[in-house]
T-cell receptor, first 113, second 109 residues
């Protein structure tokens, strides 16, 4: 069966520090991968999605970037965090044909101080 | 702009009652529709999917889809306090899904 791992679970970082969040999927190949952010009391905001290695689409202009160094690995990064980057970050995967829905990772609670 | 609209709530129902959650979407080309449940501080989990017009039942949950009206709903029968959560409607479009902002449900014991 497929599983998705996301870490760390919580993170407190000072303004201006770098960020690296990692997500890996097991039990499938060539998944679509997604990064979402959910601010407190708000909906899900799609940040990046990838349909393959070297195929990453950015949905929202910001100081975040994403990379996919391996087929089942998706990394969210920032060189300098802003206070507004605080939120709940969720990685998700779907089959290459997206008909059957997403499965989300357990999420990372990021607080920028 | 593809949109998914939900009433934000909060929706409160007594234990044992039926909770009705509604969702409308703008993209007529959407083919798959989902309901996710999100407990406070946790990630969303998929609870129902529906692909064709009509009703789909799974235990206490029934999803209803009307593509002509661009409307999806979720009924929860015999609501339990453990059903208290935010329910997110999601609709597929191309390589991604569009989510509503969620409806907060509280089941009162």
């Amino acid at each position: 069966s497929q599983t998705i791992h996301q870490w760390p679970a919580t993170l407190v970082q000072p303004v201006g520090s770098p960020l690296s969040l990692e997500c890996t999927v097991e039990g499938t190949s060539n998944p679509n991968l997604y990064w979402y952010r959910q601010a407190a009391g708000r909906g899900l905001q799609l940040l990046f999605y990838s349909i393959g290695i070297d195929q990453i689409s950015s949905e929202v202009p910001q100081n975040l970037s994403a990379s996919r160094p391996q087929d089942r690995q998706f990394i969210l990064s920032s060189k300098k965090l802003l206070l507004s980057d605080s939120g709940f970050y969720l990685c998700a995967w779907s089959e290459a044909v997206t008909f059957y829905g997403y499965t989300f990772g357990s999420g990372t609670r990021l607080t920028v101080v | 702009q593809k949109e998914v609209e939900q009433n934000s709530g909060p929706l409160s129902v007594p234990e044992g009652a039926i909770a009705s959650l509604n969702c409308t979407y703008s993209d007529r080309g959407s083919q798959s529709f989902f309901w996710y449940r999100q407990y406070s501080g946790k990630s969303p989990e998929l609870i129902m999917s529906i692909y064709s017009n009509g009703d789909k039942e799974d235990g206490r949950f029934t999803a209803q889809l009307n593509k002509a009206s661009q409307y999806v709903s979720l009924l929860i029968r015999d609501s339990q306090p453990s059903d208290s959560a935010t329910y997110l409607c999601a609709v597929n479009a191309g390589n991604q899904f569009y989510f509503g902002t969620g409806t907060s449900l509280t089941v009162i014991p």
